[in-house]
């Protein structure tokens, strides 16, 4: 299985695109991005530099990471999501040795036109809501919803709603893992 680039987009010299990965209309992956294997890019979407992403990475339509962001391995970054990199940007003023890194742990899903303020991590299997703006870390398993978000519930590796019980105990109700709450963090239980 080799890449596909769509003709209509630009892959520039040095870009690293792993095996079977799929880049659709109209995009553009600059030289210095590392993309693993087993990855698609939407139409429309734009890659950095300065960019890592892991294998099995899936990016809708429309979706800009730029420098100083990385993807780990099987995130979903639903249409329009919106990456930023300065904190406090200025057209007048420089920042580019300013960037503040972000982080989106394995497994992690962004909805459509979530944005992801610069500086943040989104744990592992986070579900960040559609419209969502994440302007601080997110833990492992958190679904998060709102402006600015807020967590109202957790989620499974699945990606299916976790009720806990008075022991702080719940089960995935699509596979059966079970999960531990303790101390404000979720763990997935090893069968």
């Known amino acids: 299985m080799s890449t596909e680039i769509h003709p209509s987009s630009v ?6 695109l792993g095996e079977g990965t799929r880049v659709w209309h109209f995009s553009h ?16 979407v734009y890659i950095g ?6 294998r099995g990475v899936k990016i809708q ?18 249409p329009s999501v919106v990456f930023t990199n ?12 300013e960037y503040r890194r972000t982080l989106i742990r394995r497994g992690a899903s962004l909805g459509a036109n979530a944005t992801i303020v610069c500086g943040v991590t989104v744990g592992e299997h986070a579900f960040v809501g559609a419209g969502a703006v994440v302007t601080r870390d997110v833990p492992d398993f958190a679904l998060m919803a709102g402006v600015p978000a807020r967590r109202i519930g957790w989620m499974s590796r699945h ?8 022991a702080g105990d719940a089960r995935c109700p699509a596979t059966g893992e079970r999960y531990r709450l303790a101390a404000g963090r979720v763990s997935r239980l090893e069968s």
């Open 11 to 16: 892959v520039d010299d040095g870009a690293q």
């Open 29 to 44: 992956v600059c030289a210095g991005a590392r993309i693993g294997a087993g990855c698609s890019l939407g139409q429309g």
């Open 49 to 54: 530099n300065d960019v890592q992403i892991g």
């Open 61 to 78: 339509n429309n979706v800009s990471v730029y420098d100083a962001v990385t993807l780990e391995d099987e995130v979903f970054c639903g």
């Open 86 to 97: 300065v904190h406090n940007p200025r057209a007048a003023v420089p920042r580019k040795a």
């Open 159 to 166: 990606g299916e709603r976790l009720e806990f019980d008075a």
